[in-house]
Structures are given as C-alpha cells and as structure tokens.
C-alpha cells in the first residue's frame, strides 16, 4: 500500500496545526458557527442531530493492521467504543467531542491518514473495488489509479468550491464491485484491441432525488491521458455545473440539461488546451506509486486442511460457501467479513473488533485490509490452510455472521437515530429485517439478494440501486417507508421502479417478508436469483405480492 513520504506527512500535520487553531477560535466564541461550518467540512466534520460526527477518509478502502488499531484506540478514547465504516470506504465516529478533533487527527496523521476532503463541495475519498490486487477476475489492480487521482484532487486549487460534491469509483475488472455507475465519474480499467492498459469513462451518475445512471463518456482512454481528461472533465463542469439551486448542481443534472455529446464536445477541447501541461510527471508519480502496491509474497501450503474442517463443520462449510471469494493466486481466498450480524447495526465494528481484525489480518492476511463500499471488512489475501484459524478468530470476536449478498447484508445509512437531515429511521428497519429472516432459516435458499436502506431522499443507503430498495419519508409527521424494485449497482446498472405506495414502520417487515416469500413461489428454480426473477417477469407479479388485496395491487400497477 501507498507510504506517505516528506511531503505527504507535512501536508497532513499542517492541516491538523491549520485546524487547531480554527477550533480554538470557535470555542472561545471568535469564530461563528457560519463562519466556522465551511471550515470544519474541509475537514470532515458535521455537526448531527445530537453531536459532531468526524469522516475518516480510508482511501481506497486500504487500510494495514496499525492503522486498524489506531482507528479503535480513537474509538476508545474519543468516543464511544465503535466506529461506524461506511459506503464511501471511510469510517464515521459519531460522538466526539469537538475541542478533541484535533487530537484525533493528529492521531490519524501518526499512522497515515486524514479526514481532508470527506465533506464539502470537492472531489471525495476515491473508491476502488474492494477485492482491487486480489480477484481473479480484474485486468489490473486499480489503486494506483485511485491513489494518483487522490494525490491530484487533494487541495486541487480549482476544485476546493465546486457546486456540490463529487466522487470517482474506479475498477479493475468488468465486473463492477464498485458502482462506478453511480458515481460523478466512474472508472474501467480495459483493454484496447492492442492489448493496453487504459480506462473506459463513465459520467453523470448518481443517486440522491434524482437517481441517474452515468453515460459513457469514452470507451477508451490511454492510461498517460487519466489526470489531463478528468480534470478536463471536472473543469467543465465547474464552469456548467448550476449554483442557483443546490438540488440541481451535481453532475448528472449537467449531462442531463447539456447532453453527453455536449459534454463529450466541451471536455474534449478543454483537454486539448491542458494535456501538453502534463508533461509526463504524473505518469513517473504513478510508476513510483505502483512499486507500492506489488503483491505481497504469496505462500505455498497444502490446503487438507482447509478441506478437512469443511467436511467436518457445516458452520465453517456455510461461511465459506458465502463469505469467500476466488482469488488470483492458487490455494488463496479473498475473506469477507460481515459487518451484518443480525440485528446489529449494519457497519458498525466495536473497538475490540477492529483489534481483532487488526490481529487476524497481521498474523494470516499479508498485513492488509479492506472497507467494501457494502459496508464489510475485507481480509484479501487469504491462504486456505488458514482459513480454519481466521473463521476461529472471527467467531471469537463476533464476525463470523455467513450472510455475505444474502438478505440481511443490508446496506442502511444512519438514518434518524444521527443524521440531521434524515426523515425517518433506517437502523432500526434494517436490523428487524435481518433479525426476521434469520428466524425464518431462509437466506441461503432465498441466495442473491440486495437490500439497501435510506432515511432520507438523498440515497446514501444506495437504495435506488437495491434489488429491494426502501426509503424513509416523513408523511404528515409519520415515518412512510417507499419500496423499489429491480435496482442493480453492478455492470447491468438499474435504477429501481417505486413498487407503490409506502408503508408504515409496523408494515414494512412483513411487506418485505412477503415480497421475499413471494419471489420463492415465482422463481422457475433454485437458480434465479430475486433480480433474475423480477427481470424476466417485470413488476406486476412483485407488486400483486406486496399488495395483496385487489385494491392495493391496482393501485400499485
């Protein structure tokens, strides 16, 4: 993984010394909060519903073992025991006190890491697919990529006050582990018919009150070409993007209002005018940083055992049916860890839990970690005679839940219970769902399936791109709670098509257990998925199960 070097280190303590001062002013009363707010958003603070919340930025989603350790010790001292890790790979404290932030990001500086840039209208922590380096399956390891453009974004002169926020996702492979369709701009690696490297490059997508999928922008740009054409891109809309109305500023409302042919037409001259600014630079910066992300030395073990304690332990066979996933390297497994207990938060880790994986990546995963947009904890390199002793560990510390992509690995934003702007809770719907379908005993035969909850209309439960999405509506004072179907997040990207009308907080469970039911008496066999299922056979048969009276389904066709 990528090492800070003089400067980087600098950097970061400058900004840490830049904001103490700024908190000093605002405690002692010389600062107002107006005055203040712009300020602690640069650097990732918000003030909730019942305290402030700090954003740690974990780019790309990589984190080594002290870095892990020392986002538990900031739990302990700073907060209350737990971190909450969310679907921008970053990791939310929700109870700091604000006179100790500074401590906290001091902290973070002495293992690498910052809260720059986790808020305000910038370019966000770039996300990268959280099996980057290990999946069989990508055409390289994207996080070089991801870590030049973070370089390039962090404090970017031009693009400190854009009109609203922005975020970059990039991936390895053309299965798409991470949105890039959802995202300001996303980022493919690919192959040209010659057999190079380079990135097809998506814009305009996003969620929020105006879900969008993005539109190809170019289906092939050489990698030398990455920092010139996204900053062409960025420019653009910087000079386009609307700031008369903040619910039509994002980016996808400028391809919309233009169009991607204007759009194409107006990144393409302005990078015509800068590439010759980049005089090769950032492709040296970028050969140092990919030294860094070499693969680490693999092992060669037999694997009897990990085979062994399949046969003998159907936990430990169930686990790794659904928590492992194929890796490049022979006798290796990528190791999800679910962050989904049932009935627990979704995504929130205690401080002794991040030990614990702290401990277990050190000792059996090359040192390595990762956040997964899902809001799990990924062990990516795995040999499989260690697999027994990893499930072991994580039993012990409470992770071992075998519910990866099933029915209770929910995607759920905080909802009421912090966010300020939330109109109604997530939390609370998300662990009754998951706690219903383990009494039911139905996962694993129900297999694939995507819920994703949000609180609010601004999606950051991704719910438009569940295959079950919900949202939650204030309606007249009354949490409502919306259902979507058929929504996809992965290369087949599909925004969700409102099923009907919401349901209160005591009828959304058993909504959901019906639409679930439903799906397994609709299904041709074991084999298709709830989404496989809805696309062969379109709404109707989904909605006449959530809406069983005749009334309910007419109204809801």
Request: aromatic share 8%; net charge negative; charged share 25%.
């Amino acid at each position: 993984m990528y090492k800070y070097n003089d400067f980087d280190a600098a950097f970061v303590r400058e900004r840490v010394a830049q904001f103490r001062g700024q908190v000093e002013r605002r405690i002692d009363g010389s600062l107002t909060e107006d005055e203040f707010k712009p300020l602690r958003l640069m650097n990732g603070l918000y003030l909730q519903l019942h305290a402030y919340m700090l954003r740690v930025a974990v780019p790309y989603g990589t984190l080594n073992s002290a870095q892990m350790r020392q986002l538990a010790m900031i739990a302990d001292r700073w907060d209350k025991g737990y971190g909450h890790f969310t679907t921008r790979q970053n990791i939310q404290y929700n109870w700091p006190e604000l006179r100790d932030v500074p401590d906290i990001l001091d902290a973070l500086a002495d293992v690498e890491m910052h809260a720059i840039q986790t808020s305000g209208n910038t370019i966000r922590n770039v996300t990268a697919d959280h099996f980057a380096g290990a999946a069989a399956d990508e055409i390289a390891d994207p996080r070089p990529y991801a870590e030049l453009l973070r370089q390039w974004s962090t404090d970017h002169p031009e693009f400190q006050f854009l009109p609203r926020k922005f975020k970059i996702a990039v991936t390895g492979a053309e299965a798409d582990r991470a949105v890039i369709r959802a995202h300001d701009i996303g980022l493919q690696l690919v192959r040209n018919d010659a057999g190079e490297i380079g990135f097809r490059v998506l814009v305009g997508g996003g969620l929020g009150r105006t879900p969008m999928i993005g539109k190809v922008l170019t289906d092939y740009l050489p990698v030398a070409d990455l920092l010139p054409y996204c900053e062409a891109i960025v420019s653009v809309y910087n000079l386009l993007g609307r700031r008369d109305n903040k619910y039509k500023a994002r980016i996808k409302i400028t391809v919309h209002e233009n169009g991607i042919d204007q759009i194409r037409a107006l990144v393409d001259e302005r990078f015509a005018r800068i590439r010759a600014e980049f005089s090769g630079v950032d492709q040296a910066l970028l050969a140092e940083i990919q030294t860094a992300f070499a693969p680490p030395a693999f092992k060669t073990a037999e694997t009897d055992g990990y085979e062994a304690a399949r046969l003998a332990n159907p936990a430990f066979r169930s686990w790794s049916d659904t928590n492992l996933t194929a890796h490049k390297a022979d006798g290796y497994a990528i190791v999800s860890v679910s962050i989904k207990k049932h009935g627990a938060t979704p995504g929130d880790a205690t401080s002794d839990q991040m030990r614990a994986l702290a401990d277990i990546a050190e000792t059996y995963g090359h040192d390595e970690l990762r956040i997964s947009h899902e809001q799990n904890v990924i062990l990516p390199h795995v040999h499989q005679s260690d697999l027994p002793a990893v499930y072991a560990a994580l039993r012990a510390a409470d992770l071992a839940t075998a519910n990866i992509g099933l029915a209770s690995d929910i995607i759920a934003c905080p909802g009421m219970d912090y966010c300020a702007l939330a109109t109604a809770r997530s939390i609370p719907i998300a662990q009754q769902i998951a706690t219903r379908f383990d009494e039911l005993k139905l996962e694993h035969e129900v297999g694939p399936l995507k819920i994703k909850i949000s609180g609010c209309i601004n999606a950051c439960g991704h719910h438009h791109v569940g295959h079950i999405g919900i949202l939650g509506l204030d309606r007249a004072g009354v949490e409502n709670y919306q259902i979507t179907l058929g929504g996809d997040g992965s290369e087949d990207a599909a925004i969700g098509e409102r099923a009907g009308p919401g349901f209160s907080a005591d009828e959304i469970i058993p909504a959901i257990e019906r639409l679930v039911l439903g799906y397994l008496d609709l299904r041709e066999d074991a084999s298709e998925t709830f989404l496989q299922a809805y696309r062969r056979l379109g709404a109707g048969p989904f909605k006449a199960v959530l809406y069983p009276d005749k009334e309910g389904a007419r109204d809801a066709a």
